[in-house]
Antibody, heavy 122, light 109 residues
Framework: EVQLLESGGGLVQPGGSLRLSCAAS????????MSWVRQAPGKGLEWVSS????????FYAESVKGRFTISRDNSRNTLYMQMNSLRAEDTAVYYC???????????????WGQGTLVTVSS | EIVLTQSPGTLSLSPGERATLSCRAS???????LAWYQQKPGQAPRLLIY???SRATGIPDRFSGSGSGTDFTLIISRLEPEDFAVYYC??????????FGQGTKVEIK
């Protein structure tokens, strides 16, 4: 059974930093691209970032480019998102999602974690 | 960037009825790289349909997808109580940008 477990969310002040983690089990983690998708309270889904299986290719939404960094540790089966210079509009539930192949390009997200809430407020 | 517009915003139906959800793209979605997701309150989204018309693993056959180019449809042939949820379409053909529609809520009438 595929399990994706996010952690690291919480309350942070504007301008602050946070690192999210997503621990994967039930899959050969090294074979799959991974992504982060967020959902602001009461709103729809917004793609944030993706990374290839090897970690060699990364992609970002314009709204987070230069502030967020996606990475992965394939020896620990874990995906990360380093979030810096946080803004109120970054407040959302952050989901990690698995891709169908080693590249995220032209692939949907076939499994999702339960999400972790990030609140940016003073 | 491809913008996806879903309609209607809310669909009020009774169990057993047929639901028809629409997703229109601002530009053609290449090779039908269009997916549908279901999200229930407090839960993560679940992949229902990919490639515009292929059901994901474990998805019942009452869910079907169709369409190409700029117009796509998700049909739930007979609504079950567990189908009342929010549905999102997503295009993944113009990667590396993945975009979602704003969602259609299917509620009990």
């Amino acid at each position: 059974e595929v399990q994706l477990l996010e952690s690291g969310g919480g309350l942070v002040q504007p301008g602050g930093s946070l690192r999210l983690s997503c621990a994967a089990s039930g899959i050969t983690f090294t074979s799959y691209a991974m992504s982060w998708v967020r959902q602001a309270p009461g709103k729809g889904l917004e793609w944030v970032s993706s990374i290839s299986a090897s970690g060699g290719s990364t992609f970002y939404a314009e709204s987070v480019k230069g502030r967020f960094t996606i990475s992965r540790d394939n020896s620990r089966n874990t995906l990360y998102m380093q979030m810096n210079s946080l803004r109120a509009e970054d407040t959302a539930v952050y989901y990690c999602a698995k891709g169908e192949g080693s590249s995220p390009v032209r692939r949907p997200f076939d499994y999702w974690g339960q999400g972790t809430l990030v609140t940016v407020s003073s | 960037e491809i913008v996806l517009t879903q309609s209607p915003g809310t669909l009020s139906l009774s169990p057993g009825e047929r639901a028809t959800l629409s997703c229109r793209a601002s530009q053609s979605v290449s090779s039908s790289y269009l997916a549908w997701y279901q999200q229930k309150p407090g839960q993560a989204p679940r992949l229902l349909i990919y490639g515009a018309s292929s059901r994901a693993t474990g998805i019942p056959d009452r869910f079907s997808g169709s369409g190409s180019g700029t117009d796509f449809t998700l049909i739930i042939s007979r609504l079950e109580p567990e189908d009342f949820a929010v549905y999102y379409c997503q295009q993944y053909g113009s990667s590396p940008v993945w975009t979602f529609g704003q969602g259609t809520k299917v509620e009990i009438k």
